[in-house]
């Protein structure tokens, strides 16, 4: 068996990272999450000149903490309603996007507006397509 690169993911992982870096308005960047894949994101983020103002998190031992060497820092999410501010982008990618988006919502956030999912990592997990099926 030869080895394949199976580029589906990153290549919609940087895709969505484009366009929203195409559709920037100015406004604050939130990411909601700590993992490897919003590490890459805050730093791609950073490349573009982009600024992620913090990360929050619900595991109370990751608040306070930072993503490796950036200098953002991790919070609750109670921070975003404190105050409430329309113009920001929280931005996820998780596999538990469904949920992060619901506890956002009853915050007054809503999603396409404010919440964005970068990738959807369920849909990505459930994506069967390289698999060859006899006959």
Sequence with gaps: MRYTRYHTAVDTLYHNLDEFVKSYDGTRIVMFGISVIASMIV???RHKGLPVDFCIDNTKAKQ???IFDLPIPVQAP???TEPFD???RILIASSAQKSM???LEKMGYVKDK???WIINLPELMNDF???QRPG
């Design 86 to 88: 329309p113009g920001t």
């Design 43 to 45: 730093e791609y983020m």
């Design 101 to 103: 988006t619901e506890q």
């Design 114 to 116: 404010q919440i964005i």
């Design 64 to 66: 306070g903490c930072r």
């Design 129 to 131: 397509s390289h698999i």
């Design 78 to 80: 109670s921070v975003l």
